[in-house]
């Protein structure tokens, strides 16, 4: 164990998603060791993010303003509202330049055994978005594994009986390549989730 | 499909050792700790990336050593193939299919199948019924990959609703979500039941062919899906309804017990001889015949779903059978495409056209 402002960097690095003890060691030595203007700029980065960007009062976005840049387009269809875990989903969906409707984050997806349940999601803020936003048709965007199908599950159940139509976004198989490179299993839950014509 | 030659450098007690196998039977004998077994899980390796025996990767290489190879040259669908398989101490394996490194290892049997029928597999009828529910669906997956899938589903879903469970006693609002939980655990169930069911329709009548001839047709097994949360499956459509009933009415124990008390993670594959269950009323031998059985009906179920046969091993089969047992395994292993098989002495065994392989503390000291 080191002591003084080693150890405490040590630590604080440890709490970050993803870092263990070891990694958050070599993250600090490797601060210790950069050019003092470079441990600042960092230093300044963590600040500012966290002094000009918070979360959008509606959706629940990253954003630099009360209401992030999607909230608070007129020209985005408010009716129609496309739920995802996290931000970064955001990223994903707008880059396919397809949807032009508003977002909801929730923060997350239902997750017993890490104790994530719906109040630890932004899910009220949902229920509570649909009459004064007279939203009409949700897409649920959650991740294709048991955690997001559970949370799009409970969604719907929440949200049908309320007269809005509930939609989830369906898996399949990467476009643009042979259906003979496709692997084995996206294949077959491909077939599994086939579409009449 | 065949091997033609094995490589092994600091696998297990071998330091170098090319070992040449021939079509049809290799019997590879030695004396107790010589490196007979460890030679059947090198092929079995390259097969399944992964070891019968050993948790850790790390204990199939050579103490002292950072890696083990095992190279092989053979035919896959008569075409040759060569494989290379690097297993480091540090943990993990890599494998190269015709110098190709190989993305998935559920993808490690394309080129060499193997059936390995060890001593641990008197479990299959001795042991407990998680033996059998896993025999059942490392088929499933042979058979088709995304059943691999459901079942990890199925067992992730499990646990986020006994995740649900446990936390009931302390938080109120923890059973909110049980419903969600209960639908995926129905919808994912019934796949994991499905496939269970749909391999066992397959296997039952060649496991039985498979008994007939290796011990006779006077004492007849049977071979049942036990689902503790259906007394009767009639069909496949019934299998939601059924388990959806089970797990409602099974709710407030649940609850009360902070666990899922019944569904497919609780079923057994029940083997019985002539009526009885074999598990507590077969001899050491019966229940080695009958576990042999399944194997070599799991080797029959995947040579047809390939269209060729995968190479059969088989650790110490011959010790615990009779003379006539052991005849009977010697000639149906003769038109079961290529057998590599262990034993302490070739005494008692019944070889006419077959490659013995003398190994003696990780060498191979005759062939011939
Ligand atoms: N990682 C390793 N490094 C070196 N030696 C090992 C390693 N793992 C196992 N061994 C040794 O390999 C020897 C042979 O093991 P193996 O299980 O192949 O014996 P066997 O010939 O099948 O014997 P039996 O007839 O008793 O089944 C054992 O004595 C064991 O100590
Ligand atoms: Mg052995
Ligand atoms: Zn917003």
């Not at chain 1, 993250?27 to 966290?50: G, P, S």
């Not at chain 2, 998680?130 to 669906?137: A, G, H, T, Y």
């Not at chain 2, 099974?250 to 899922?260: A, F, I, M, Y």
Request: negative net charge; charged residues 30%.
């Amino acid at each position: 164990m080191f002591t003084g402002p080693v150890q405490d960097l040590v630590e604080e690095l440890s709490k970050l998603p993803g870092i263990g003890p070891k990694t958050a060691q070599r993250l600090a030595f490797h601060i210790l060791k950069t050019e003092d203007v470079d441990a600042k700029r960092l230093a300044e980065a963590i600040l500012e993010v966290k002094d000009k960007m918070r979360f959008c009062g509606k959706c629940f976005n990253v954003s630099t303003t009360e209401l992030c840049e999607f909230c608070s387009d007129p020209r985005r269809d408010a009716t129609l509202v496309c739920v995802v875990e996290e931000p970064r989903d955001i990223w994903a969906i707008e880059k396919t330049a397809e949807f032009r409707g508003r977002y909801h984050v929730l923060g997350g997806a239902i997750s017993p055994i890490d104790g994530i349940g719906p109040d630890q999601l932004h899910i009220s803020e949902l229920i509570e978005r649909l009459e004064p936003d007279g939203i009409k048709e949700i897409i649920v965007a959650t991740n294709p594994n048991v955690e997001g199908d559970a949370t799009a599950i409970y969604i719907a159940r929440l949200i049908g009986p309320l007269g809005v139509e509930v939609s989830r976004i369906s898996s399949g198989l990467p476009v643009g390549g042979d259906l003979e490179y496709a692997d084995e299993v996206t294949l077959g839950r491909a077939l599994e989730g086939r579409r009449r014509m | 499909m065949e091997v033609v030659s094995v490589e092994l450098t600091d696998f297990r007690n071998y330091e170098q050792q090319t070992i040449g196998f021939q079509p049809g039977l290799n019997l590879v004998v030695g004396l107790n700790g010589q490196g007979k077994t460890n030679l059947l899980e090198a092929i079995h390796a390259l097969s399944v990336m992964g070891s019968h025996r050993a948790g850790q990767s790390a204990a199939l290489v050579r103490h002292g050593q950072e890696r083990a190879l095992v190279r092989a040259d053979g035919f896959s669908r008569s075409r040759p193939v060569h494989l290379d398989l690097e297993v480091k101490r540090s943990g993990g394996m890599r494998m190269l299919i015709n110098k190709v490194p190989l993305e998935r290892t559920r993808d490690a049997g394309t080129a060499l199948a193997t059936i390995l029928f060890s001593p641990e597999d008197l479990a299959l009828t001795k042991g407990g019924p998680e033996e059998r529910r896993r025999f059942l669906d490392q088929i499933a997956v042979r058979l088709r990959p995304l059943a691999g899938q459901q079942r990890h589903e199925f067992e992730r879903v499990l646990r986020q609703r006994n995740g649900v469970l446990k936390a009931a006693h302390s938080s109120a609002t923890a059973l909110a979500t049980l419903d969600t939980w209960d639908e995926q655990l129905v919808r994912t169930g019934a796949a994991v039941v499905q496939a269970r069911l749909d391999v066992l329709a397959r296997l039952r009548p060649t496991a039985e062919k498979r008994h007939a001839e290796v011990a006779g047709s006077d004492r007849v097994p049977g071979f049942a899906y036990l689902a503790g949360w259906a007394p009767e499956i009639p069909d496949y459509e019934s299998i939601p309804g059924l388990l959806e009933a089970a797990i409602k009415s099974s709710r407030s124990k649940d609850v009360e017990r902070g666990v899922t008390t019944s569904g497919p993670h609780r079923d057994d594959l029940e083997i019985m001889l002539a009526g009885v269950e074999a598990r507590t009323f077969a001899s050491q031998g019966e229940q080695r015949s009958l576990a042999l059985s399944l194997r070599l009906a799991e080797r029959d179920l995947v040579a047809e779903a390939r269209g060729e046969d995968p190479i059969l091993l088989l650790d110490d089969v011959f010790s615990e059978l009779d003379d006539t047992r052991r005849e009977k395994l010697a000639e149906l292993v003769f038109s079961s495409g290529q057998t590599v098989a262990t034993a302490t002495a070739t005494a008692g065994i019944p070889l006419d056209a077959g490659r013995v392989i003398a190994v003696d503390g990780g060498r191979v000291t005759r062939d011939a």
